[in-house]
T-cell receptor, first 113, second 114 residues
Framework: EDKVVQSPLSLVVHEGDTVTLNCSYEVTNFRSLLWYKQEKKAPTFLFMLTSSGIEKKSGRLSSILDKKELFSILNITATQTGDSAVYLCAVYTHNTNAGKSTFGDGTTLTVKP | DGGITQSPKYLFRKEGQNVTLSCEQNLNHDAMYWYRQDPGQGLRLIYYSQIVNDFQKGDIAEGYSVSREKKESFPLTVTSAQKNPTAFYLC?????????????FGPGTRLTVL
C-alpha cells in the first residue's frame, strides 16, 4: 500500500519566520511528487517535482526532492499571515492500468502577526 | 472559463438515503478523481477514472459508486452502505499525458447525514 507521511502535523510561527515542511513516501511506480496549498476548500497547486536535487522556486516558496531518501521539503521564507493554510503533499504513481495520487495528512501552518 | 464544478455546495440527507454528488469539468481532461476529506486529515481516494466507461476503486471505495458515461462528468453516489458518510468531498481532474500530473480541484461538497 502506498504511503505518504507529512511532518509536522501543525506548526505555529510568527510573521517573518522561515518554515520547513517535510514529506516522506513509500510507493511503487513513482512518477512525481506534488505540493498543494489548501486554504478553505479546494487545494491549489504549488509544485511538481520529478527529479532529485533540482529546486523548484516560486517567490518565497521553494521545494526539493530526494528520490534516494524518498522525501521532499517545502520551504517558506519570510512567512506572512496569508501563508496560513494546510499544505498537502501528494505522490503520483502510475501502473499499467492507471495513475493516481496518494496524499499525506497535511501540515497545518498558522502564521501569527 | 475552464474549470471544474461540483454541486451542491452543502448537502443534508437523512441516514439510510442514497445521495449523488455532481462533478463536471470542461478542461478536456481524461482523468477524474473523487476524494473524501475528514477534519484534520488529508485526502483519501474513493474512485478514479482514466477514460470514459472505465473506473477503478481507490483506497476507501466501500459504500460508494461512480459512473463515467461522459468525459466531462463523474458523479459519485454515496449509498446507505457507507457507515460514516458525513465528510467534505472533493472532485479533481488531470491530464493523462504523463508530463503534467497536477490535479485541478472543484470547490467541494460538504455532506452532512443526519
Amino acid at each position: 500500500e502506498d504511503k505518504v507521511v507529512q511532518s509536522p502535523l501543525s506548526l505555529v510561527v510568527h510573521e517573518g519566520d522561515t518554515v520547513t515542511l517535510n514529506c516522506s513516501y513509500e510507493v511503487t511506480n513513482f512518477r512525481s511528487l506534488l505540493w498543494y496549498k489548501q486554504e478553505k476548500k479546494a487545494p491549489t497547486f504549488l509544485f511538481m517535482l520529478t527529479s532529485s536535487g533540482i529546486e523548484k522556486k516560486s517567490g518565497r516558496l521553494s521545494s526539493i526532492l530526494d528520490k534516494k531518501e524518498l522525501f521532499s521539503i517545502l520551504n517558506i521564507t519570510a512567512t506572512q499571515t496569508g501563508d496560513s493554510a494546510v499544505y498537502l503533499c501528494a505522490v503520483y504513481t502510475h501502473n499499467t492500468n492507471a495513475g493516481k495520487s496518494t496524499f499525506g495528512d497535511g501540515t497545518t501552518l498558522t502564521v501569527k502577526p | 472559463d475552464g474549470g471544474i464544478t461540483q454541486s451542491p455546495k452543502y448537502l443534508f440527507r437523512k441516514e439510510g438515503q442514497n445521495v449523488t454528488l455532481s462533478c463536471e469539468q470542461n478542461l478536456n481532461h481524461d482523468a477524474m478523481y473523487w476524494y473524501r476529506q475528514d477534519p484534520g486529515q488529508g485526502l483519501r481516494l474513493i474512485y478514479y477514472s482514466q477514460i470514459v466507461n472505465d473506473f477503478q476503486k481507490g483506497d476507501i471505495a466501500e459504500g460508494y459508486s461512480v459512473s463515467r458515461e461522459k468525459k466531462e462528468s463523474f458523479p459519485l453516489t454515496v449509498t446507505s452502505a457507507q457507515k460514516n458518510p458525513t465528510a467534505f468531498y472533493l472532485c479533481a481532474s488531470s491530464e493523462t499525458s504523463g508530463r503534467n500530473n497536477e490535479q485541478f480541484f472543484g470547490p467541494g461538497t460538504r455532506l452532512t447525514v443526519l
